[in-house]
């Protein structure tokens, strides 16, 4: 119940193309859904995040599209850029425990 | 932004030695931080909740006499890994979320690197 699983494992896609990440949740208690962005061997950088009473968010050329009813967040990362490839982590927050479940990742390659 | 320091970000020592890591915040103050375990092309995995002034918690299958964590203020958290040995070799991060934002997400340090001969 504690998990969020996170699809696709790996993704590559050519420069302006608009890679999707997926993420599924169990748990209804979360209430808060971050984006993290990490290169590597450095911390993970909190990208973009939203709360479930809103369906979609968007900053810059990262939205966040969210579904309650299905459990269900992605994200879109319009335009994509070489400099845009890292590793990707969708997380649920329980404001109860403080405590950040993550998913187990996805690996973007944006080719030149 | 807020902004989390970790240190050292890299350390290379001897089976059986203990090693401190640092994780600081330094413009907020954090009566919560965070340590996470990260193995090669794995997620993070929490290991403990640190409480400043208290007892941290640990998550289940984490050894507490292994990782020692210290909050002793609310801007420093330390983690000792007690005798490390080869198989504690892995790539730990620390995260804080500010003061009276328990419910927003955390931010975290740029990791520490160990690896035990």
């Known amino acids: 119940q504690q998990q969020v699983k996170q699809s696709p494992q790996s993704l590559i896609v050519q420069k302006g193309g608009i890679p999707i990440i997926n993420c599924a949740y169990e748990?209804?208690?979360?209430?808060?859904f971050p984006w993290y962005q990490q290169f590597p061997g450095k911390g993970p950088a909190l990208l973009i995040a939203?709360?479930?009473?809103?369906s979609e968010k968007k900053e810059g050329r990262f939205t966040i599209s969210f579904n309650k009813s299905a459990k269900q967040f992605s994200l879109h990362i319009m335009d994509s850029q070489p400099g845009d490839s890292a590793t990707y982590f969708c997380?649920?927050?329980?404001?109860?425990?403080?405590?950040?479940?993550f998913g187990q990742g996805t690996t973007l390659q944006v080719k030149p | 932004g807020a902004v989390v320091s970790q240190h050292p970000s890299r350390v290379i020592c001897k089976s059986g030695t203990s090693v401190k890591i640092e994780c600081r915040s330094l413009?907020?103050?954090?009566?919560?931080m965070f340590w996470y375990r990260q193995f090669p092309k794995k997620s993070l995995m929490l290991m403990a909740t640190?409480?400043?002034?208290?007892?941290?918690?640990?998550e289940q299958g984490v050894e507490k006499d292994k990782f020692l964590i210290n909050h002793a203020s609310l801007t420093l958290s330390t983690l000792t890994v007690t005798s490390a040995h080869p198989e504690d070799s892995s790539f730990y991060i620390c995260s804080a979320t500010p003061l009276g934002y328990s419910n927003q997400p955390q931010h975290f340090g740029d990791g520490t690197r160990l690896s035990i001969l």
């Open positions: 640190s409480n400043e002034g208290s007892k941290a918690t640990y």
């Open positions: 748990n209804t208690a979360f209430d808060y």
């Open positions: 939203i709360r479930p009473d809103v």
């Open positions: 413009d907020f103050q954090a009566t919560t």
């Open positions: 997380a649920a927050l329980s404001g109860n425990t403080g405590k950040l479940i």
